[in-house]
């Protein structure tokens, strides 16, 4: 056997596959080039499915639309430092919610809950407003309730605001697998591969976001950013096309129609979620983000019958809880596309009308 020759030869196919990678990586820099980011990793978690990273920072673009910081404390939090003890005479808000409310494609001081501790403060009448971002792109209402159990009931709230996205959350509490209904009775298991289809969607991306080198290529190099954003439309095309079609005679999710079983074990997470607020003494609060899809179609329509803000608000005001309704709000502002970004995510002027909205709602019930 020829070892040299073999040697050479293999040398040759490396050289010719680093050229090539080369050619790629110029001619994108010339003709097309990519967004290069710095990353923010999420990490596995056997109850949460994944979680942000603590003390980490990150540099990048809102699902392509506008660059953002995004930068964690040391509980994986899109926020500052909090200390447990709440200080005399604060009124203290958590936040739980997904990248609606994280926010995605905003700065933190752009977010709405913290537009809505600047404002509560400027027009202080008794406490001090504080509010607590525990919100993670991503996230249904599932692994909201798991994370405030974890972390949130620790912080004595006095307030805890559930941010409910029409768009996506009871998608989310389906396919996270971390609770199920059983006999009518919620029953909360550890996620695995084969019952949570987001355990395996971001299974792939973990692998791949923590493979050794990937956050410095990804901000260094044309050809891996290009790669990344086509393997991840692969997989959100995936994702969506195995959705389950839902059952007619309940609300409309994302211009598609909730079944019944998803409407159950939502409303069942909800009310677990309640359940651990009331035990710490904390006021729950449902704040319903519209989503834009729905909004176009309820403006075009003029529907007021089957729409999932108002069966919302049913199963808010029965169970004795704080809701805030945005739709018909956003439906009747004057240019509701201002609201959103062009990957339906909050714009700032967004942020800011339900920042207010909160300030007002919670002042009217003499709570701030």
């Not at 040299?4 to 293999?10: G, L, V």
């Not at 490396?14 to 050229?19: G, K, Q």
């Not at 003390?55 to 926020?79: A, C, I, M, P």
């Not at 493979?211 to 095309?237: C, D, E, M, Q, W």
């Amino acid at each position: 056997m020829n070892w040299k020759s073999i040697f050479t030869n293999i040398l040759l196919v490396l050289v010719s596959i680093f050229v090539t990678l080369g050619l790629f990586e110029i001619s994108l820099r010339v003709f097309a080039p990519q967004d290069l980011i710095v990353p923010m990793p999420a990490m596995a978690d056997s109850e949460l499915i994944y979680r942000l990273p603590a003390n980490t920072k990150s540099y990048l673009k809102g699902t392509s639309v506008r660059w953002f910081h995004l930068e964690t404390n040391s509980l994986g939090l899109r926020d500052g430092e909090h200390d447990l003890q709440k200080a005399p005479g604060t009124f203290r808000v958590l936040l739980l919610g997904d990248s609606m409310s994280m926010a995605e494609g905003v700065e933190l001081p752009e977010t709405y809950i913290k537009q809505f501790e600047k404002k509560a403060n400027e027009q202080a009448l008794t406490k001090k407003a504080e509010t607590i971002n525990a919100a993670i792109r991503g996230y249904g209402n599932d692994q909201e309730v798991v994370l405030f159990e974890r972390i949130g009931m620790q912080f004595q709230p006095d307030l805890v605001i559930l941010a409910f996205f029409e768009g996506n959350d009871f998608d989310d509490n389906r396919d996270g697998g971390i609770f199920q209904l059983t006999e009518g009775e919620l029953i909360k298991t550890l996620p695995t591969l084969e019952s949570s289809p987001k355990m395996r969607y971001y299974n792939q991306q973990i692998r791949i976001q923590n493979f050794p080198g990937y956050r410095f290529l990804v901000g260094h190099s044309h050809l891996i950013n290009f790669l990344r954003r086509k393997y991840a439309s692969y997989l959100t095309n995936r994702a969506l096309s195995s959705q389950r079609k839902g059952e007619q005679g309940h609300p409309a999710q994302g211009s598609r129609i909730i079944g019944e079983a998803d409407w159950k074990l939502t409303e069942r997470i909800l009310l677990r979620w309640d359940a651990d607020c009331r035990k710490i003494n904390s006021l729950p609060l449902i704040l319903f983000i519209p989503d834009l899809n729905n909004i176009r179609a309820y403006m075009k329509t003029k529907a007021i019958g089957n729409r999932t803000d108002k069966s919302m608000s049913d199963f808010a005001r029965a169970n004795n809880i704080l809701f805030i309704n945005l739709t018909d709000q956003f439906m009747h502002y004057p240019d509701v596309e201002s609201l959103y970004l062009p990957d339906a995510h909050l714009s700032p002027l967004g942020h800011d009308i339900v920042a207010a909205e909160i300030t007002r709602f919670l002042r009217a019930r003499k709570l701030l």
